[in-house]
């Protein structure tokens, strides 16, 4: 994996050995790249190995979830930070805000947790939200919206309110398959989702409170025969 750090771009290499090695790549003026091995980050944690490594930038922050269900949290490169060990079955993927003061984190034991980050850079679960089947995706756009994909076949979606809380909007994405990506349009309009069959769709899940609302009955308003 590779994140810019200002005129820097780090690269973070890890695999089933347990071992993670971070290097460093400085662009000089005449374009040569030079790369340095800041540190290698033997057994910084210890489960059977480590799926997948996220970055918050804002708070200076590396992320490892691994295949223990917990994610690790290091500040300064190589500083234990936090261990979140809310989840009680693999993490599939995490997620930050824009701002950095939030993430979510999406797992095989069916559930959302969104985490508020305080300025001492600890997580505290604040909301948990769930699906029917695995936690396969997750994302969130800027700092408002956050997206959860799943093997029960449908994508949802939730904004924040003003009490730091995430609501469940209203959702009509569902594919026929197990969903195992999804994302949000840059501008924010669309989700584009996909399935393990490969089937790929794209949803203006903005107008859906209002396609639901269309095919809603309102008993009250029946005439009576």
């Not at 999406?106 to 679960?125: A, C, F, H, M, Q």
Request: aromatic share 12%.
């Amino acid at each position: 994996d590779f994140m810019e750090l200002g005129n820097t771009t780090l690269e973070i290499t890890y695999s089933n050995d347990n071992n993670a090695a971070l290097l460093n790549y400085e662009f000089l003026e005449n374009r040569d790249v030079k790369n340095t091995k800041l540190n290698e980050m033997k057994d910084i944690v210890n489960p059977d190995s480590i799926i997948n490594i996220k970055y918050n930038s804002n708070q200076d922050i590396l992320s490892f979830i691994t295949d223990d269900n917990n994610v690790y949290m290091y500040s300064d490169k190589t500083t234990p930070v936090d261990t979140l060990s809310e989840h009680t079955d693999k993490v599939r993927d995490i997620d930050f805000s824009v701002d950095g003061s939030y993430m979510v984190s999406g797992s095989l034991d069916n559930k959302v947790i969104i985490w508020k980050i305080n300025n001492e850079k600890r997580y505290t679960p604040i909301q948990v939200l769930s699906h029917t089947g695995d936690i396969e995706d997750v994302e969130f756009y800027q700092d408002n919206l956050v997206l959860s994909a799943s093997s029960d076949q449908t994508v949802q979606v939730y904004q924040k309110q003003n009490d730091d809380t995430f609501k469940n909007m209203y959702s009509v994405i569902q594919h026929y398959y197990p969903v195992t990506t999804a994302t949000f349009s840059l501008d924010g309009n669309y989700i584009i989702s996909g399935d393990n069959k490969g089937y790929i769709k794209k949803w203006k899940f903005r107008n859906f409170e209002k396609e639901i609302e269309k095919r809603t009955i309102d008993f009250d308003t029946i005439p009576n025969q």
